[in-house]
């Protein structure tokens, strides 16, 4: 009987753990998302335009992450274990939680510890789970080019700079599922200023926006396996 109460508690908490914790998540509605996962900067890339023609995710991984990849559940979880090796593009890159100053005009490069950097390429990731199903918009600045995929879809390509870095020329039309999203946000940068920037609506305050204040990304994903059913019981958690 004893035995069957310990298993029985061991099976709810392994369960409910990993999304059931109360997080500090990073506040969405209108506010700059500070907190990325992010890829040490991609290095001599001959600018922008030639950058946004190259999957560095797939290039550097053999193909076991991609730019289209890392905005999933299965590819933002194997950033885990990926390094992406590019020998003539800064070297072997890593994943780390990233904090951008989203006041700073060179935040591209001062986030990865530059003063200015030309000639590089930014990436980032974050999860984005939400309450329900919905339409909503976003509002990305970037200096330079950058490309935007949610949940495996490529849903922005703007090579134009926006002109500061809490400037939107085009905010943008996305849909959310219900639960977890997740965002790729790549940017390069050929000189001057480089800035990447994003905001959702000041309706979106519901909005829960990893990695987590407290640095946490990898460790709150739901399991892969028992995604639908472990997000129907968070969603159902929150309700009460
Ligand atoms: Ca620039
Ligand atoms: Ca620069």
Redesign the pocket.
């Given at each position: 009987m004893k035995k069957f109460t310990i298993f029985i508690t061991l099976a709810c908490v392994v369960m409910i753990t990993p999304m059931a914790l109360a997080q500090n998540w990073q506040p969405a509605g209108d506010n700059w998302i500070a907190k990325w996962w992010g890829l040490d900067l991609v290095t001599s890339t001959g600018g922008?335009n030639t950058s946004a023609g190259i999957d560095y995710l797939a290039e550097g991984s053999g193909g076991l992450i991609s730019n289209a990849s890392v905005s999933t559940r299965d590819g933002a979880g194997k950033t885990a274990n990926a390094i992406v090796n590019l020998p003539d593009n800064g070297g072997a890159l890593a994943w780390s939680i990233v904090d951008i100053n989203v006041e700073d005009q060179l935040n591209m490069s001062t986030s990865h510890g530059h003063p200015d950097a030309r000639d590089i390429t930014w990436h980032g990731i974050i999860a984005i789970i939400s309450p329900d199903e919905r339409t909503t918009i976003m509002h990305p600045a970037h200096?330079?080019y950058a490309q935007i995929w949610i949940n495996g879809e490529q849903i922005y390509d703007n090579s134009a700079?926006t002109g500061g870095v809490q400037e939107v020329t085009t905010p943008t039309e996305i849909n959310l599922k219900k639960g977890e999203n997740f965002l790729h946000f790549k940017c390069g940068?050929?000189?001057?200023?480089?800035y990447v920037n994003l905001h959702f609506e000041p309706t979106d305050t519901d909005l829960l926006i990893a990695p987590t204040t407290d640095n946490l990304f990898l460790d709150i994903l739901t399991p892969v396996e028992p995604q639908g059913k472990l997000a129907t019981q968070w969603a159902d958690l929150k309700r009460k």
């Open positions: 922008f200096d330079d700079w940068e050929s000189g001057g200023a480089d």
